[in-house]
């Protein structure tokens, strides 16, 4: 009973914070849009600016509601999200949500395994590193820390481009597709051919902060006085990473890995745009430029349920990986 009564307690809090959340994203991002100074009515026309007279750019301000004050368009716009509808794209023509499933399934490729290759790599490289704490190799994969945690993404994937694409040309330079290949055409390994470039730009940057965090706890642990006592009574080094170290560094790695999420999904802007990669962070960036207010609060939106769905898989999977763990705890930290 009491477990059931600290399940129900968590979803609600849960639930509440992420009402609040949503809310407080959805506000301010639509403040900040209808303050810009871009004018979503001549960034929708385009060079055809001058053709068109007044009375048709009043026209088209009723057509997407941009003639009514900004508080009435808020109110509209969240009216219409409560009965789930996210309104239309002015950039595509779309229904925001139409627009935001299809993009989102193009990037959610290249999140996977950008997520997967930070988290696997970036904990195997922190152990190694604080393992051999001092030595050359740790020197090395700091030095690969330390340069890809201080390096905008655009840059690493300007230069990766650069080098395989461009001198070594092993891989496409844009695109998730070769170009003129109807969708439905496109093979494997075509798809995962220009699909490996893009996810491994935004991996080399997720796997420096993860390892210079890993490395880091290793080497506390490795310091404490349990583990000095273990390894006077003559446990080998790797023994006790295996059985004392990694369950001290799976949690930490495991926040960073879920809190990565909104990093990976920040940098697939620019990789995208790097890489012509059709994707949602492509389309923000179109959104953006054009003033697309629906499309870019909705993605906004959905951004910060993506993330914050990511974080709460994390709390629940605390108990699962440590059983000593209670949900008690897991909630108590993420409150503070």
């Known amino acids: 009973m009491d477990m059931q009564l600290t399940i129900l307690t968590f979803t609600a809090q849960k639930l509440l914070r992420l009402g609040l959340l949503l809310l407080a994203v959805a506000i301010f991002t639509f403040v900040l849009l209808s303050l810009s100074p871009i004018d979503p009515v001549q960034a929708y026309i385009g060079a055809d600016m001058m053709r068109i007279s007044p009375e048709q750019q009043q026209l088209i301000a009723e057509r997407w509601g941009l003639d009514q004050p900004m508080a009435v368009r808020f109110w509209d716009w969240l009216g219409q999200l409560l009965q789930g509808n996210w309104g239309t794209s002015m950039v595509f023509n779309q229904p925001v949500g139409e627009v935001i499933a299809k993009r989102f399934w193009v990037s959610v490729q290249m999140l996977a395994i950008a997520w997967l290759l930070s988290g696997t790599l970036g904990l195997g490289l922190g152990i ?24 905008p993404t655009f840059w690493a994937a300007l230069l990766l481009l650069i080098i395989f694409s461009v001198s070594l040309r092993v891989t496409p330079i844009c695109c998730a597709a ?35 965090h890993t490395r880091q706890k290793l080497i506390d642990v490795l310091h404490s006085d349990y583990i000095l006592f273990a390894r006077a009574q003559g446990e080998p080094l790797w023994g006790i990473i295996r059985y004392h170290g990694f369950r001290n560094l799976i949690l930490p790695a495991l926040t960073l890995q879920f809190a990565s999420l909104s990093e990976l999904f920040g940098g697939s802007v620019l990789v995208e745009q790097v890489f012509a990669y059709p994707g949602l962070g492509e389309a923000t960036v179109q959104a953006a430029l054009r003033s697309d207010i629906p499309l870019l609060v909705g993605i906004v939106f959905f951004s910060a349920l993506f993330v914050y769905t990511g974080n709460t898989i994390a709390d629940l999977a605390y108990p699962i990986v440590d059983p000593r763990i209670r949900l008690e705890s897991s909630l108590g930290s993420s409150q503070s």
Do not use: C, E, F, K
């Not at 590193?129 to 390096?151: E, F, N, P």
């Not at 290949?181 to 940057?205: F, N």
């Open 128 to 151: 190694l590193a604080g393992a051999l704490a001092g030595s050359w190799i740790d020197r090395v994969i700091r030095l690969y820390a330390y340069t890809m945690a201080s390096s």
């Open 178 to 212: 070769p170009p003129g290949v109807l969708a439905g055409d496109v093979t494997l390994w075509q798809h995962l051919h220009h699909l490996l470039l893009p996810a491994i730009t935004l991996s080399i940057i997720g796997i420096a902060n993860i390892a210079l």
